[in-house]
C-alpha cells in the first residue's frame, strides 16, 4: 500500500497545529512545505507526521534518548518566540535538522547546536539535501550553548530542562528570547525567558510534553 506522506503532512498541520493556537502563517506554511519523513529514520517515515514524538536512533555514546518534539509543541514553541526575519536564532538540540529547517523559513540565520559527532553530520546531510542554505550546524555541549555564534536574538530549546537553562540566557542579546519546555517526571510547562541584558524574566505559556535534553538535569544538592 502507497503511503500518501503529502496528505499525511496537510493533515498533520490542519488537525495538530493549526486547531492548537498557532496562526502564524510562516510556520504553517513551512510545516506544509518542509518534508519531515525526511528527517526521522527510514524505519518511521510511515508515522512522520504522527501525533506525539519521534525516537531518533543514534549510535553516539552518552547522549541519552533523544527525540523529535511533537508538532504541536514545535510549532508554538516557535510562534511563542516571535521570530523575525533578522532574528539570529540558535537551536539547541537539532537532532536531525527539522527543527532547524522550519526555522529557516521564518528567519534569515540560524545556527543548530548538537553535541554527537552521528546527528551533526545526520543534520548537516539532511539541510543540505533540503537545499538549505542559510543554517549551520555545528558540535558542542547541548548544555553549554554556542556563544561563538552569539549573541543570539532567539534561543529554540528542543526539550526539557529541569531548570532555568542561565547559561544558555546568557547567550542572548538584550530583548532576546528563549523558549523550552521545563519541568521534571511526566509534567512540563512551555516557558519563554526574556532578557534585558543584565537580568531576566520568565512566563509560561501552555502545557507540552517533551523529552529531557541530556545536560539539563537538575542539579544535585548536598546536605553536610
Known amino acids: 500500500m502507497t503511503i500518501d506522506l503529502k496528505t499525511q503532512r496537510l493533515n498533520m498541520v490542519e488537525s495538530q497545529v493549526r486547531t492548537n ?13 518542509i518534508e519531515r519523513e525526511n528527517f526521522v529514520p527510514a524505519a518511521a517515515r510511515s508515522i512522520a507526521y504522527m501525533e506525539g514524538e519521534i525516537s531518533v536512533e543514534t549510535s553516539d555514546d552518552n547522549l541519552g534518548a533523544r527525540k523529535l518534539l511533537s508538532p504541536m509543541v ?16 540558535l537551536d539547541i538540540g537539532c537532532t536531525t535538522g527539522y527543527s532547524t529547517a522550519i526555522l529557516t523559513s521564518l528567519t534569515n540565520s540560524v545556527v543548530g547546536l548538537e553535541q554527537g559527532a552521528e546527528l551533526v553530520e545526520k543534520a548537516s546531510s539532511n539541510l543540505a539535501a533540503a537545499n538549505i542554505i542559510n543554517a549551520a550546524i555545528v558540535e558542542g555541549p547541548l548544555n553549554e550553548g554556542y556563544p561563538a555564534e552569539g549573541p543570539y536574538d532567539v534561543i529554540l530549546i528542543n526539550g526539557r530542562v529541569s531548570e532555568p537553562p542561565e547559561t544558555l540566557i546568557k547567550q542572548l542579546k538584550p530583548g532576546g528570547r528563549a523558549v523550552g519546555v521545563l519541568g521534571q517526571g511526566v509534567s512540563g510547562k512551555a516557558v519563554i525567558w526574556l532578557s534585558n541584558g543584565n537580568n531576566w524574566t520568565s512566563r509560561e505559556a501552555f502545557d507540552a510534553t517533551a523529552g529531557d535534553l541530556p545536560g539539563f538535569e537538575k542539579s544535585r544538592e548536598f546536605s553536610f
Open 74 to 89: 514545535l510549532a508554538k514553541l516557535i510562534q511563542l518566540a516571535e521570530i523575525k526575519e533578522s532574528d539570529l536564532v
Open 21 to 33: 493556537d498557532v496562526t502564524d502563517r510562516r510556520i504553517l506554511d513551512a510545516m506544509m512545505d
